[in-house]
């Protein structure tokens, strides 16, 4: 593309930008030390993206009502999120540093301020007797039994004199204005929505009143012309997603509509704000503003940013329009601008990928950009385990701090074997670190299992990773790394010639010994997409055993590409447990008929999958499973609802008996066995047993069988050091 609107100037309020690329604020959970105060990783992390030509940067989730909102402390008054709140200087070091590290690489940077998490906030200060807080009764998000007591007026205009200090702070540290953190159902948007502010008396049973004091606050503080962008979804779609049925029952029928959306959206522009971050959609359907990789691109953007940025100019309002959601590839992010449907494009999982896609895209390296697979396992998934952001692609992210390539000392003869994209990750980091490196894969391409999952449809953006991982193994060898396709490795061919060996040679698939398996049709999974997902003629219902993500991603794709009648069986209580709750929720969203991956309900399953939970498979017969089903088991089609993490207690928890079952018989044609498998760690162990001779190491499934992102963070691990 000759030219690219992308990299055209533009400005928000006062604020200059070099160009029309936003970094999304990406949670900075455990990246600021016990007080708040910014530690060196959250600093490195953001001058990475300053660096690869980011024109504004946006933190993290800072919340200002520390004290108010019970849910946003840990124990001892300590934090896991960064704070900028009250005149406490010593925190302010932090952030003046984190100012002057992205300013030099001509980046602007604001702080995104929020009132807290209310009722999407950890349920466990209730476990210590102190009652989470909201705008009205409501239900916690994780433990519904948990409740929510309405915070006064009083504690309301704390949190509002709270942001006008935390502005005037971040003005004061160097930061560029301020980001305002009003959607996806956090605090301030209940506040600000009727599903969850139904305040009959007082000054905050105005709905967009806590918003415009917030706004006003911190122009008073800070001045007319100190930027103010606010973030909301100009609806929550429950409705959309659910259906009117599900909306009443469960919604009380109550959401913020887009009507409403758009005349917020003019009230806080006339009240001084100076763009918009929009998108749609909250906690209950997180799928929305953290789509995963199912959805096509740029699913929402039209219907949200396009229809807010003819609004504002129809009514002749100033106000910039930033949008979001999905536009990680070049050509859709230019393709929003050429169409005027926003000012700007947000950009986070893309950027930390590859923090350099806006240099490489500007440079004409597109075909360079590392692409976001989209499975959201480190970035945020990670930070609901306790973790800080990372990236499944990208090792170094959420590790600038720490984590350099540099070149070795001494050359070695390196030996990888497996070109998955553990395999990968550790050729190309020893190779660039001056080692001798050879490459074995047996297949005739790289990807591994990756490759195999590729084949979906759904699996879009993975198919694009694994596209670009081979042009960039193709641009190594070039560079001299020895890439060995087709390629069978014996131990004996390893034993001589090489100073270390990395096995990454991934798992063995487990299929169950279970009676009567020799009478049914069945596959493997894997096998299954080897083989192109073929099935024998005239199949028409196929059963999953299985109901982990690769089961029911297979489920969903019979269902909807060969409407099949399709059943899944899976022996927990819930389907794809440890699976992100975004993922998992539109996985669920899709399989029982609710939505799709363009968001257009003509698009959504004729036949919804069959789900049996908490039932195991006894038995089969010719065109018959046998399977014991518990009588206890749950609606597995709860999208709304999250799993919460097994460390964090819930009193609440309702106990299967696992001797109260029922005998089920489900008619198939073909079995699909999705049940996992064990590290393929044969060429390991021969290596070790062998005695002396090269430094051996394993790495990915052959070592654990777990997801990409410790795959390709061991791999990393591995070969720095070597």
Not at 10 to 18: A, D, F, Q, R
Not at 88 to 106: E, F, K, N
Not at 305 to 312: D, I, Q, S, T
Request: proline letters at 6%; hydrophobic letters at 40%; aromatic letters at 8%.
């Amino acid at each position: 593309m000759a030219s690219w609107r992308l990299f055209e100037p533009g400005n928000i309020g006062t604020c200059g930008l070099k160009n029309r690329i936003v970094m999304a604020p990406l949670g900075n959970i455990n990246m600021a030390d016990p007080i708040g105060r910014p530690l060196e990783k959250m600093i490195a992390y953001f001058a990475e993206r300053a660096k690869g030509g980011t024109g504004l940067l946006i933190t993290g989730m800072v919340p200002v009502s520390y004290g108010i909102d019970p849910s946003v402390s840990e124990d001892n008054d300590t934090t896991y999120l960064p704070r900028i709140d009250g005149t406490s200087r010593t925190r302010l070091a932090g952030w003046r540093d984190l100012a002057a590290a992205v300013h030099p690489y001509d980046a602007k940077i604001l702080v995104q301020l929020s009132a807290g998490v209310g009722r999407v906030g950890s349920p466990e200060p209730a476990l210590k007797l102190k009652l989470p807080r909201s705008a009205s009764w409501n239900r916690n998000f994780y433990v519904p039994q948990v409740p929510h007591a309405p915070l006064s007026d009083r504690a309301i205009r704390r949190i509002v004199r709270s942001f006008g200090q935390s502005a005037i702070n971040a003005k004061a540290c160097g930061f560029d204005g301020v980001h305002l953190h009003g959607h996806e159902g956090y605090l301030m948007d209940q506040l600000t929505s009727a599903p969850w502010n139904r305040r009959r008396f007082g000054r905050y049973s105005d709905k967009a009143r806590f918003a415009l004091d917030v706004v006003k606050e911190i122009k008073d503080r800070c001045g007319r012309d100190f930027p103010v962008v606010y973030r909301l979804g100009l609806t929550q779609a429950l409705q959309q997603a659910y259906g009117p049925e599900v909306f009443k029952k469960r919604f009380r029928g109550m959401e913020r509509t887009v009507e409403e959306g758009l005349e917020l959206c003019r009230a806080l522009a006339e009240a001084g704000v100076d763009a918009f971050d929009v998108d749609k959609g909250c906690y209950d359907d997180w799928f929305y503003p953290h789509p995963p990789a199912y959805f096509d691109d740029m699913p929402y953007v039209r219907e949200m940013a396009g229809a807010l940025k003819g609004y504002l100019v129809r009514e002749k309002l100033p106000a910039k329009v930033i949008a979001v959601g999905k536009l990680g590839k070049p050509e859709v992010a230019e393709r929003v601008l050429e169409e005027g449907l926003a000012d700007f494009v947000m950009l986070g999982r893309p950027l930390l990928a590859d923090p350099y896609w806006p240099a490489k895209v500007r440079e004409g390296r597109t075909r360079e950009v590392v692409h976001c697979i989209g499975d959201q396992e480190a970035c945020l998934h990670e930070l609901i385990q306790g973790g800080h952001p990372a990236c499944s692609v990208n090792p170094y992210t959420g590790f600038e701090d720490v984590r350099r390539l540099a070149r070795a000392e001494k050359a070695k003869r390196v030996a990888v074997v497996g070109a998955g994209p553990a395999g990968c990750e550790a050729a190309r980091t020893a190779f660039l670190r001056g080692h001798q490196v050879t490459l074995f894969e047996k297949g005739d391409g790289v990807g591994g299992q990756l490759r195999l999952s590729a084949k979906l449809s759904l699996k879009h953006d993975l198919r694009r990773y694994v596209d670009n991982l081979q042009y960039q193994m193709d641009r190594l060898q070039k560079q001299g790394l020895d890439v060995r396709y087709g390629a069978e490795v014996l131990p004996e061919q390893l034993r001589d010639g090489y100073d270390a060996v990395i096995c990454c040679t991934g798992l063995k698939p487990a299929v169950p010994a279970i009676e009567g398996l020799d009478e049914v049709p069945h596959t493997e999974a894997r096998a299954f997409l080897a083989d192109d997902l073929r099935l024998p003629a005239g199949a028409r219902r196929v059963t999953v055993v299985g109901g982990g993500v690769v089961g029911c991603e297979l489920a969903y794709t019979l269902a909807r590409e060969r409407g099949l009648e399709v059943t899944v069986v899976e022996i927990l209580p819930v389907l794809m447990k440890g699976v992100v709750h975004a993922n998992r929720a539109m996985l669920l969203w899709m399989m029982m008929g609710r939505g799709s991956p363009s968001d257009q309900r003509e698009a959504v399953l004729a036949n919804p999958v069959t789900a049996y939970t908490a039932s195991r498979v006894v038995r089969f017969a010719p065109g018959k499973v046998f399977i014991k089903a518990n009588r206890g088991r749950r609606d597995p089609y709860t999208p709304w609802a999250t799993l919460i993490p097994d460390n964090v207690q819930n009193p609440f928890a309702r106990k299967l008996n696992h001797a109260d079952v029922e005998d089920v018989t489900i008619d198939t044609d073909h079995v699909i066995f999705a049940t996992g498998g064990r590290p393929d760690d044969s060429l390991y162990f021969a290596l070790l047993a062998d005695g002396p001779g090269p430094a051996v190491h394993r790495v990915g499934d052959s070592s654990r069988v777990a997801g990409v992102w410790e795959a390709v963070t061991a791999a990393n691990e591995v070969a720095r050091f070597i």
